[in-house]
Protein backbone atom coordinates (compact mmCIF):
# COMPACT_ATOMS: atom_id res chain seq x y z
CA UNK A 1 0.00 0.00 0.00
CA UNK A 2 1.46 3.30 -1.00
CA UNK A 3 2.29 5.67 1.51
CA UNK A 4 0.78 9.49 1.55
CA UNK A 5 2.76 12.11 3.29
CA UNK A 6 0.60 14.45 4.81
CA UNK A 7 1.44 18.31 5.06
CA UNK A 8 1.09 20.56 7.68
CA UNK A 9 0.91 24.28 7.49
CA UNK A 10 0.03 27.03 9.49
CA UNK A 11 -0.81 30.64 8.77
CA UNK A 12 -1.66 33.52 10.87
CA UNK A 13 -4.31 36.53 9.99
CA UNK A 14 -3.67 39.98 11.13
CA UNK A 15 -7.32 40.47 11.98
CA UNK A 16 -10.41 37.58 13.02
CA UNK A 17 -12.24 36.81 10.15
CA UNK A 18 -16.08 35.72 11.26
CA UNK A 19 -16.40 31.95 11.49
CA UNK A 20 -19.62 31.99 9.34
CA UNK A 21 -17.78 33.73 6.58
CA UNK A 22 -14.61 31.11 7.24
CA UNK A 23 -17.25 28.21 7.45
CA UNK A 24 -18.98 29.43 4.11
CA UNK A 25 -15.41 29.75 2.28
CA UNK A 26 -14.96 26.57 3.32
CA UNK A 27 -17.82 24.54 2.17
CA UNK A 28 -17.64 26.52 -1.39
CA UNK A 29 -14.25 24.38 -1.48
CA UNK A 30 -15.46 21.05 0.02
CA UNK A 31 -15.33 20.67 3.82
CA UNK A 32 -17.59 20.50 6.58
CA UNK A 33 -17.48 21.44 10.00
CA UNK A 34 -16.49 18.42 12.26
CA UNK A 35 -15.99 20.27 15.88
CA UNK A 36 -16.73 23.34 17.55
CA UNK A 37 -15.35 24.88 20.55
CA UNK A 38 -16.04 28.42 22.09
CA UNK A 39 -13.82 30.36 24.13
CA UNK A 40 -12.50 28.79 27.34
CA UNK A 41 -11.93 30.30 30.04
CA UNK A 42 -9.99 29.29 32.90
CA UNK A 43 -10.24 29.66 36.81
CA UNK A 44 -9.15 32.86 38.12
CA UNK A 45 -6.95 30.84 40.29
CA UNK A 46 -4.75 29.66 36.97
CA UNK A 47 -3.61 33.08 35.82
CA UNK A 48 -4.33 31.39 32.59
CA UNK A 49 -5.88 33.33 29.36
CA UNK A 50 -8.93 32.42 27.91
CA UNK A 51 -8.27 29.54 24.73
CA UNK A 52 -9.94 31.46 21.69
CA UNK A 53 -13.05 29.62 19.94
CA UNK A 54 -11.37 27.04 17.23
CA UNK A 55 -13.32 25.67 14.17
CA UNK A 56 -12.06 22.34 12.80
CA UNK A 57 -13.35 21.14 9.39
CA UNK A 58 -12.87 18.23 6.64
CA UNK A 59 -13.19 17.44 3.34
CA UNK A 60 -13.77 14.26 1.65
CA UNK A 61 -10.04 13.44 0.60
CA UNK A 62 -9.26 13.90 4.46
CA UNK A 63 -7.71 17.31 3.95
CA UNK A 64 -8.36 19.36 7.43
CA UNK A 65 -8.26 23.38 8.13
CA UNK A 66 -8.62 24.24 11.61
CA UNK A 67 -9.44 27.91 12.40
CA UNK A 68 -8.33 29.58 15.74
CA UNK A 69 -10.57 32.25 16.25
CA UNK A 70 -8.25 34.95 18.24
CA UNK A 71 -4.63 35.01 19.52
CA UNK A 72 -3.43 31.98 21.80
CA UNK A 73 -0.87 32.70 24.46
CA UNK A 74 1.36 30.50 24.27
CA UNK A 75 3.09 29.24 27.93
CA UNK A 76 5.67 27.16 26.34
CA UNK A 77 7.63 29.90 24.64
CA UNK A 78 6.62 29.15 21.10
CA UNK A 79 7.48 32.35 18.98
CA UNK A 80 4.90 33.05 16.25
CA UNK A 81 4.29 36.57 14.27
CA UNK A 82 2.23 38.77 15.27
CA UNK A 83 -1.60 37.71 14.99
CA UNK A 84 -5.17 38.37 15.49
CA UNK A 85 -6.38 34.93 14.33
CA UNK A 86 -4.46 31.76 13.27
CA UNK A 87 -5.74 28.41 10.50
CA UNK A 88 -3.94 25.30 10.70
CA UNK A 89 -4.25 22.88 7.18
CA UNK A 90 -3.28 19.40 7.13
CA UNK A 91 -3.32 17.75 3.94
CA UNK A 92 -4.70 14.72 3.12
CA UNK A 93 -4.94 12.24 -0.13
CA UNK A 94 -4.92 15.39 -2.54
CA UNK A 95 -2.38 17.21 -2.63
CA UNK A 96 -3.24 19.86 -5.68
CA UNK A 97 -6.86 20.09 -3.25
CA UNK A 98 -4.42 21.24 -0.85
CA UNK A 99 -2.68 23.57 -2.24
CA UNK A 100 -5.70 25.27 -4.34
CA UNK A 101 -7.62 25.41 -0.58
CA UNK A 102 -4.40 27.25 0.89
CA UNK A 103 -4.08 29.41 -2.30
CA UNK A 104 -7.53 30.62 -1.61
CA UNK A 105 -7.47 31.58 2.06
CA UNK A 106 -4.59 33.62 1.35
CA UNK A 107 -6.09 35.50 -1.28
CA UNK A 108 -9.36 35.66 1.21
CA UNK A 109 -7.92 37.09 3.98
CA UNK A 110 -4.25 37.55 3.22
CA UNK A 111 -2.55 35.06 5.38
CA UNK A 112 1.15 34.69 6.31
CA UNK A 113 1.97 31.14 5.59
CA UNK A 114 4.53 28.80 7.62
CA UNK A 115 6.71 26.26 5.72
CA UNK A 116 5.60 22.60 4.76
CA UNK A 117 6.07 20.19 7.40
CA UNK A 118 5.66 16.17 7.32
CA UNK A 119 4.06 14.91 9.30
CA UNK A 120 6.03 13.53 11.85
CA UNK A 121 8.09 16.51 11.99
CA UNK A 122 5.35 19.19 12.57
CA UNK A 123 6.50 20.23 16.70
CA UNK A 124 10.31 21.28 15.11
CA UNK A 125 9.53 24.46 13.49
CA UNK A 126 7.68 27.04 16.12
CA UNK A 127 4.05 27.33 14.88
CA UNK A 128 3.78 24.44 12.70
CA UNK A 129 2.02 22.10 15.18
CA UNK A 130 -1.76 21.85 15.30
CA UNK A 131 -3.45 23.50 18.65
CA UNK A 132 -3.53 20.68 20.95
CA UNK A 133 -0.06 19.70 21.42
CA UNK A 134 3.30 21.51 22.76
CA UNK A 135 6.92 21.27 21.50
CA UNK A 136 7.27 17.64 23.75
CA UNK A 137 4.09 16.35 22.27
CA UNK A 138 2.15 17.10 25.58
CA UNK A 139 -1.62 18.12 25.53
CA UNK A 140 -2.08 21.82 26.22
CA UNK A 141 -4.94 23.50 27.05
CA UNK A 142 -6.57 23.69 23.76
CA UNK A 143 -6.46 19.78 23.72
CA UNK A 144 -7.20 19.45 27.27
CA UNK A 145 -10.72 21.40 26.78
CA UNK A 146 -11.43 19.70 23.80
CA UNK A 147 -14.05 17.76 25.57
CA UNK A 148 -16.41 20.72 26.39
CA UNK A 149 -16.59 21.62 22.29
CA UNK A 150 -19.36 20.62 20.02
CA UNK A 151 -19.03 17.90 17.89
CA UNK A 152 -20.60 17.93 14.64
CA UNK A 153 -21.39 15.14 11.98
Known amino acids: ?10 AFCQFCPDA ?3 TEVLQMLG ?6 MGVVKSPASLKLPPLPAQYHYRDAYGNEVI ?24 SGA ?21 GRLPQGNRASTP ?6 RNAMGRDTPIRLHREKGTRHT
Open 1 to 10: MPHTRTIERT
Open 20 to 22: DEV
Open 31 to 36: FRLTFQ
Open 67 to 90: YLAGQEKDEEGEQAPSHASRFWFS
Open 94 to 114: DRVACERVARVLTRRWSLTWL
Open 127 to 132: GGRPPG
